[in-house]
């Protein structure tokens, strides 16, 4: 899950990197409080999850008599189709230099990466194609608990020393906060030291229990209940449903939808254990989609029981077809009952998708 | 047989659970199918001298191999706990653990496996439904009857979409040699590259199916590393940016990792990439 700039902030404030003194507010009067605690120019930031928000014009730069209408203007300012909930509104640092640092995993050494660039404030991506010499990188140990200072060495050559305990601490944040990315563009350098900028922390969802988050705010409505039912959901903009048992098998099932020039509404694992209440569930979560004509089942397992889901699909009782494909035992009694009640079974995953198309686009 | 074969023993951390107590019940029958030793002790802290299955259950991995001549595990701890059983195994001394629940933290996994490669110990997964040489040995929980015995081996991050292609194999009588689920997390213990090393010096695969999915390159790695005849097939074309297709690893980030580069840097090495599931068997039968 992605948190926001200001919350990633203080998760990093409490690791000890310096961060510029700011306020969160809810609405545009709020600020009128705060506005003593800021000498004359300040930062108001659209609290959004979406890249590329300053030149989207997300970030004002003002003097702070105008803080409160920059403010108001950024409430009501969509950035590609968000509005933002909150806005942080920081003190003006004055900057010396920018730097990039973040934190990954990286999935061929399995272990934390640290990618520090001397040029920060613009998109890494652009900095790997414009200036790569000024790219460092540097994987280690997961078992250490800190950055080896040969390695902090490395990363910075000739950046000042002081950035070294900034990186050790955002590497004990990253830790701590169970983060596939934390990132920190620009780590900036000032005549009152060194401070995060901007903050970027994206947790694993795996871990979000026990990081005490409850709800995973990056998924819709639906998708949370899909969630909470135990299956893997993705909202997707076709007409063709799309069940499956695995997350690979359907996507693949997506793919061979888009082959034959479908399109897929969604993407929906069940997960192990298809049974006749889970696939009950799932039909019905699929055929609540506003745009959903038809829905293709395509379950594969060597211990799923066909008569069981063909009752789930059944007790689902849905305006729309259903066309299964179901491997696994009973597959006989399965494909009796779904005939019975003017649902289809066929043989490969093939012909489901190419039955469902025809009658998608019909 | 690259994992292990007939005469493997084998025990099952997580034993007493529902998922540990089903798996043992279908891996001893496969065994018993195939004059294999199958699980022959289980591990639940806590639920040491209960039986599963007729199976005797040990506090720990060290008493399990005290009593027990085994040097594998298969694991289905759940995902809060998992990492920590990975590491017991390790220190006890087990050459490969088959790590099948999914959700565990990728910090502890990251962990895990750095620790478990200190003690010398193989892992497969986290995330993945285990190994399959048909005939001699099923670490974990694919379905055998789809498979039968042959010189093709696979690799996949997926599990149900594996069961697919052996299906298709087995259907177009091409038999398999060893059947791979490296697990559809990010950070997993044998990647296609390690998976690769082992067919190469397996002198019964001739040839390998590699099944990929989005997210990451570990696809591409594998097979630059490798000289055997590869078949490859990528999941995900269909795919949107930055949403997580089900799997924890399978997701386009920042631009990278979708399937279309992907599928034209593999077509880019001369490796064929299959377009859909039911084009591979046809793809497997040029190389051989």
């Known amino acids: 899950m992605k948190l926001l700039e200001f919350e990633a902030k203080e998760i990093f404030q409490k690791y000890g990197i310096p961060i510029p003194d700011g306020v969160v507010i809810r609405n545009p009067d709020e600020l009128r409080g705060h506005l003593n605690e800021f000498s004359d120019e300040v930062v108001v930031k659209s609290q959004v999850d979406v890249g590329g928000r300053g030149k989207a014009g997300g970030i004002i730069v003002t003097q702070k008599e105008d803080a409160v209408e920059a403010a108001k203007h950024l409430f009501s300012f969509p950035i590609k189709g968000l509005i933002p909930k909150a806005i942080l509104v920081e003190e003006k640092l004055p900057i010396e230099h920018e730097y990039y640092v973040s934190i990954t995993i990286d999935r061929t050494t399995r272990q934390p990466m640290i990618l520090f660039a001397e040029t920060g404030g613009v998109d890494i991506e652009e900095t790997a194609r414009t200036r790569p010499e000024a790219l460092r990188r540097a994987g280690f140990s997961p078992l250490l608990s800190e950055v080896p200072g040969f390695l902090m060495r490395r990363i910075l050559g000739t950046a000042p020393k002081e950035l070294g305990p900034v990186i050790n601490n955002l590497y004990k944040a990253f830790c701590a906060s169970d983060a596939l990315l934390a990132e920190i563009n620009p780590l900036v350098t000032t005549s009152r030291g060194v401070f995060a900028a901007d903050a970027k922390l994206i947790i694993d969802d795996n871990a979000l229990i026990r990081q005490g988050i409850t709800a995973n705010r990056d998924l819709t409505p639906r998708e949370r209940e899909a969630e909470e039912n135990g299956f893997s959901y993705v909202e997707l903009d076709g007409s063709i449903g799309v069940i499956g048992n695995g997350a690979g098998l359907t996507m693949s099932t997506l793919d061979l939808i888009e082959h034959y020039e479908g399109k897929a509404a969604n993407f929906l694992d069940v997960g192990g254990g298809a049974g006749r209440e889970r696939v009950m569930k799932a039909v019905r979560l699929v055929a609540g989609m506003p745009d959903v004509k038809v829905i293709v089942v395509n379950l594969l397992g060597g211990i799923t029981r066909c008569d069981e889901v063909a009752k789930g699909i059944i007790d689902a009782g849905i305006d729309q077809h259903v066309i299964t494909r179901l491997a696994g035992t009973n597959e006989d009694e399965g494909k009796a009952l779904l005939a019975k009640n003017g649902y289809q079974m066929l043989e490969t995953m093939e012909d489901v998708v190419k039955q469902a198309v025809k009658e998608a686009a019909a | ?288």
């Open chain 2, 1 to 288: 047989m690259i994992y292990g074969d007939h005469t493997t023993g084998i025990i099952v951390q997580g034993a007493t659970g529902n998922q540990g107590a089903f798996h043992i019940n279908l891996m001893n029958q496969y065994a018993q199918e195939t004059g294999g030793r199958g699980v022959v002790a289980g591990v639940t802290p806590g639920k040491g001298g209960q039986k599963v299955h007729g199976i005797p259950v040990y506090n720990s991995v060290r008493e399990a191999m005290a009593e027990h001549d085994a040097t594998t595990s298969v694991l289905f701890v759940p995902g809060f706990a998992a990492g920590d059983s990975i590491m017991e195994a390790a220190s006890a001394g087990l050459e490969l653990v088959t790590a099948i629940t999914e959700g565990i933290p990728v910090h502890d996994t990251m962990r895990a496996l750095a620790f478990a490669r200190m003690e010398g110990c193989t892992v497969i997964g986290p995330n993945c439904p285990g190994t399959l040489s048909p005939g001699e040995l099923k670490l974990g929980i694919m379905p055998p009857h789809l498979a039968m015995p042959g010189n093709v081996g696979i690799i996949s991050r997926s599990g149900t979409l594996t069961y697919e292609v052996i299906n298709e194999l087995t259907r177009a009588g091409i038999g398999q040699s060893t059947v791979v689920g490296i697990g559809g997390d990010p950070v997993i213990g044998q990647t296609f590259t390690e998976v690769l090393e082992r067919f190469e010096s397996d002198p019964q695969t001739k040839a390998v199916v590699l099944i990929g999915e989005v997210g990451g390159n570990l696809e591409e790695e594998g097979a630059t590393s490798t000289n055997l005849p590869l078949v490859t097939y990528i999941a995900g074309i269909s795919a949107p940016p930055e949403k997580r297709m089900g799997h924890a690893g399978a997701i386009i980030e920042g631009g990278e990792g979708d399937a279309v580069s992907k599928i034209a840097r593999l077509r880019k090495l001369g490796i064929p990439v299959a377009e859909k599931p039911s084009d591979i068997p046809a793809l497997v039968r040029e190389l051989l």
